[in-house]
């Protein structure tokens, strides 16, 4: 029964409302995020990216270096992460070679040596640089914390081989440098706490040099330890990445997933504004009809 | 002896360990690396552990043709495949190599490429501003979302997405890491000097 005068049509209608905002089909979502990646990377938006200053003193660390000084870099991600960490590795990478560096490649996961070993033949071939000379790759080590604490006093010894089974001390960049002393600066590719591991081990113990490229997830962790100095720069996430490209000059699937990225942002927050009218509407919606009357709220995914 | 051993086992080495950060004895350094050492075999130990265990209880359900039995042994032929590769034709090319970039690879990177559209579902239908609490929660993530994109830079959510980072983010960032910091020192000590023995085990 309806107060004289009122449209009977207008609380169905707003409860119609109310519950398609409110309980959008998981597929229609699913569709939706598809789609949001798909096109910007078939139809590029080109958005304009700003160069953050964790990412501009990230790219001082290894500009400030001169031709020849060693580098660790450190591939600490498995294939779960790779889109978002490839891009960074690449980039640095590049970025070394391009200023004559010499890298120490090295990981801290048994799941990452295929990875390190993918990246380091792209951006050494493309430098045309010479294995054991320029960069050498010391593969996995069982225990990270042991092996950060080691390599302080001797990666010789750490690592008595390198992962193709090479003598450490046959090669060549080895013999020159054998601990943090020798090198000028780590690079910890990470997803995972393990960039802390190397700010606590190599970092505080042995006073090393350290920057970090990090998932976004892991950026958020990583942001006091750049405050206070202990990271002299980090990346994070798949922006990071753009930025970092952007500052070499050298386009990559950072930059190229930018657009991609920001659609789909955007839509997760559309659909997180949408869920929040369906569920403000139906507040007022059971505020009118008295307390227990309205459906229960899905919280499901 | 059960339990005394490893109580003063833990207390010398713990001790050795400490002492190391404060002196440059050369007999002191040596035996720190000792430690070092033996805590790498003890990790590689623990890595064949957990493929025997893996081994027993996939071949179990292989043997009496249990629920799922085929993944099961989909998993062990995997897990013999990679090394069997590895140990013919090295770690650095060939077969091995090639499974990697081709079925591990992909298949991990597709499962967490999946969380994508789990993380839209679940925000769509749990982040819901239903307190003051979770209303400020809601918005500091989705000022953060776009502002770490190119279309949050172009409103200007950037600068707001940097202070929320770099004020409340790391604030209370810091005072987790300061108390996980002294809960780490405070149970440290524990164990070093024997109070904490909880793991040795029941009854220790």
């Known amino acids: 029964m309806t107060a004289l005068g009122e449209n009977p049509a207008r609380p169905a209608r707003g409860r119609r409302l109310r519950e398609r905002l409110g309980d959008v089909d998981r597929r229609v979502i699913f569709l939706a995020v598809g789609l949001a990646v798909a096109l910007p990377l078939i139809f590029p938006l080109r958005l304009p990216v700003a160069v953050s200053r964790e990412a501009r003193a990230y790219y001082d660390a290894l500009e400030q270096l001169k031709p020849g000084d060693e580098i660790l870099v450190s591939f600490d991600y498995e294939p779960e992460t790779m889109a978002e960490l490839d891009p960074m590795s690449l980039a640095t990478l590049r970025h070394a070679f391009r200023k004559d560096l010499r890298v120490i490649a090295l990981t801290n996961y048994p799941g990452a040596p295929g990875i390190a070993q993918r990246i380091l033949g792209a951006a050494a071939a493309e430098a045309h640089k010479e294995y054991g000379v320029d960069y050498v790759f010391l593969g996995y080590n069982p225990d990270y914390s042991a092996t950060m604490l080691r390599m302080g006093e001797s990666i010789r010894q750490t ?143 | 002896m059960k339990r005394t051993g490893p109580v003063v086992f833990g207390f010398v080495i713990g001790m050795l360990m400490l002492i190391q950060h404060f002196t440059p004895d050369p007999w002191i350094n040596d035996r720190y690396n000792d430690v070092l050492d033996w805590k790498q075999i003890v990790f590689g130990t623990t890595l064949i552990l957990g493929v025997v265990s893996l081994v ?149």
């Open chain 1, 159 to 301: 690592f008595p081989t390198d992962h193709f089974g090479t003598p450490a001390d046959s090669l060549p960049l080895l013999r020159q440098a054998n601990s943090y002393a020798d090198t000028e600066l780590l690079v910890a590719i990470s997803s995972t706490v393990m960039a802390e591991y190397w700010i606590i081990f190599a970092g505080g113990t042995f006073k090393e040099k350290v920057i970090s490229a990090n998932t976004a997830i892991q950026a958020v962790l990583i942001y006091p330890y750049f405050q206070t100095g202990q990271l002299s720069g980090f990346l994070g996430g798949l922006k990071g990445a753009a930025e970092y490209e952007k500052l070499i000059g050298r386009e990559g699937d950072g930059l190229r997933g930018m657009d991609a990225q920001s659609m789909a942002h955007l839509l997760i927050v559309c659909f997180i504004v949408l869920g929040n009218i369906g569920f403000l509407l139906g507040r007022r919606e059971r505020g009118r009809e008295g307390p227990g009357r309205g459906p229960a709220q899905a919280t499901g995914a």
């Open chain 2, 56 to 204: 027993t209880h996939h071949g179990r359900k292989v043997a009496r043709r249990g629920g799922g039995w085929a993944y099961s042994l989909l998993t062990l032929a995997g897990l013999a495949a990679m090394p069997a590769a590895a140990l013919a034709f090295g770690s650095g090319r060939g077969p091995y190599l090639w499974m990697f970039d081709h079925v591990q690879a992909p298949m991990q990177a597709t499962m967490f490429a999946l969380l994508a559209f789990y993380v839209a579902s679940a925000s769509y239908r749990a982040f819901r501003a239903r307190t003051l609490h979770a209303a400020l929660l809601l918005t500091a993530g989705v000022v953060v979302m776009l502002g770490r994109v190119p279309l949050g830079e172009l409103i200007g959510l950037d600068h707001v997405s940097a202070w929320i980072l770099d004020f409340p983010n790391l604030a209370a960032k810091r005072g987790v890491m300061i108390g996980v910091g002294l809960g780490m020192t405070a149970t440290s000590i524990k164990i070093i000097t024997g109070i904490e023995r909880t793991y040795l085990g029941k009854g220790a």
